[in-house]
């Protein structure tokens, strides 16, 4: 039966089948292809490589795999198996977890705040998207050849301060993101990644071979790869440990709804490791692309947020056949933010049908219209309103825009406490054997797990939690 099919049938809360009636995926390669395609976004290609530009290059890239490790998979594992184990939305597979386990039913408020967070990161993440089709546009047609950093510059502020402009990159961008998702699981998430992440994998290694002509491959390599713990600071380690977390789309409660669709016979272990390990290789393969270019033009690698939108244009626009190679590599950021962007849409999606009855075009087209016009806050946050700072009494929050504060709530706030409350779930209050059989794994194997999510994982999420919050 198709995915389409299941919103209409009433919540049973039963564990037992639910899967069965609902669209699943075709594969294990399906499955790691759409969590792949979730992970790897805007924060795989475009802050990875700025964040670890401020922080120092290889040590930083070293603490990061080591949270990767202890962080991210543990997690992972433990959302894909609560989606798997309740088989439907977030919020009812905790609802079917708790009534099966005894637990009190508040846990299920876990799946709402992940839910709320993907949907309200898709609202400004789409502008995002939108920028980069423009970019597409502005490269191809050789705006970019032999202008000053000056003019780069004016052109990116030209496009922010356009809201007419953005509003039509933001609406193709949701377009695109709806599109696949009203298809479905096996017709829409599957096909789409099926062919997208491929040529993803594809655009970057071409924009990585491209970098390698630059004469700087190997000051790049040395850059990501030999760690200077003189460069380490204490906030350059939490900033590790919570891009670790952040770039896997821990917290928002994908992995839930992406487990809901995972056939019983496919591992998680080994499906989470895997998914981790190419999210992983993909922001090293990123860095791999970019710090050559910045080097060879004597640019600075911690340029921070504009090193995507400003940094790299500026570098393209004075490099050989420049125009096709920058035009290639905003099309591969487009990809990943689309397939992040579906996965983002997803879960309230998922929910739509099962609690509200609709079927999937409909609740796609109702949740992704209120994302797009929440959207357009974040809009009028760069231009018209960009002196409108709504919590602006709070000192903390003192002169954030909408885009600002989404940005803020999300990423600081409703994603931690998102992944804390999965690892708290996990290790502390799920039933210990319904969880051994759920992972299938070694006595041995499951004990380091358990023990990891139990405490090192949600000691290590709550003080990034606290330190974004200070």
């Known amino acids: ?11 049973s809360g039963s564990l037992e ?7 699943l995926w075709s594969s294990r390669l399906a499955f790691i292809l759409a969590a792949t395609g979730s992970a790897v976004g805007l924060g795989n290609i475009w802050k990875f490589p700025y964040v670890t530009g ?14 990767i490790a202890i962080i991210g998979i543990p997690i992972m594992m433990a959302e894909v198996m609560i989606g798997r ?16 386990d005894g637990l009190n039913p508040a846990w299920k408020l876990v799946g ?22 423009s970019y597409v546009g502005t490269t191809a047609s050789g705006q970019l050849s032999g202008q000053t950093a000056d003019a780069v510059g004016a052109i990116f502020s030209g496009l922010l301060s356009n809201p007419g402009t953005l509003l039509l990159w933001h ?30 994998f594809v655009l ?23 760690p200077d713990f003189s460069k380490l600071t204490t906030s350059g380690v939490l900033v590790a440990l919570g891009h670790a977390f952040f770039t896997l789309s821990l917290g928002m409660a994908v992995m839930m709804a992406y487990g809901s669709y ?3 016979k496919i591992s998680i272990a080994k499906t989470s490791i895997t998914v981790s390990v190419i999210d992983t290789g993909v922001a090293l393969l990123a860095g791999l692309a970019i710090f050559p270019i910045v080097f060879a033009n004597g640019l600075e690698p911690g340029a921070g947020p504009g090193l995507i939108f400003q940094t790299l244009p500026l570098a393209f626009g004075q490099m050989p056949m420049g125009s096709l190679f920058g035009t290639l590599f905003f099309v591969l950021l487009i990809f990943a933010a689309w397939t992040s962007g579906i996965s983002l849409l997803e879960p309230i999606v998922e929910w739509l049908e099962e609690q509200k009855g609709m079927n999937r075009t409909v609740s796609t087209l109702g949740a992704g219209v209120v994302c797009w016009a929440l959207g357009i806050a974040s809009i009028l946050s760069l231009n018209l309103w960009a002196d409108f700072a709504p919590l602006g009494f709070i000192p903390m929050l003192e002169g954030k825009t909408i885009f600002d504060l989404l940005d803020f709530f999300t990423a600081n706030i409703l994603l931690p406490l998102g992944g804390l409350l999965v690892a708290l779930m996990a290790g502390w209050v799920m039933s210990k054997p319904a969880m051994e059989k759920e992972l299938a794994l070694s006595p041995g194997t499951f004990n380091l797990w358990f023990v990891t999510v139990r405490f090192i994982t949600p000691i290590a999420v709550g003080v990034v939690f606290i330190y974004n919050l200070m």
């Open 1 to 11: 039966m198709s995915v389409s099919s299941s919103g209409s049938a009433a919540y």
């Open 17 to 23: 089948g639910s899967n069965a009636q609902r669209g």
């Open 54 to 67: 401020e922080n120092g290059g290889g040590a930083f890239v070293l603490v990061y795999l080591l949270c």
């Open 85 to 100: 184990r309740g088989g439907h939305s977030p919020v009812n597979s905790i609802k079917a977890i708790a009534q099966r």
């Open 112 to 133: 709402a705040v992940g839910i709320l967070a993907g949907f309200l990161i898709l609202s400004f993440y789409s502008v995002i998207g939108g920028w980069a089709i």
């Open 171 to 200: 609406t193709v961008f949701m377009a695109l993101v709806m599109l696949v998702v009203a298809k479905g699981v096996r017709s829409g998430l599957e096909r789409a990644v099926s062919i997208l992440m491929p040529a993803l």
């Open 204 to 226: 970057l290694l071409i924009v990585v071979g491209y970098a390698m002509t630059t004469g700087h491959f190997g000051q790049a390599a040395a850059f990501l790869f030999q």
């Open 262 to 264: 995972l056939p019983k």
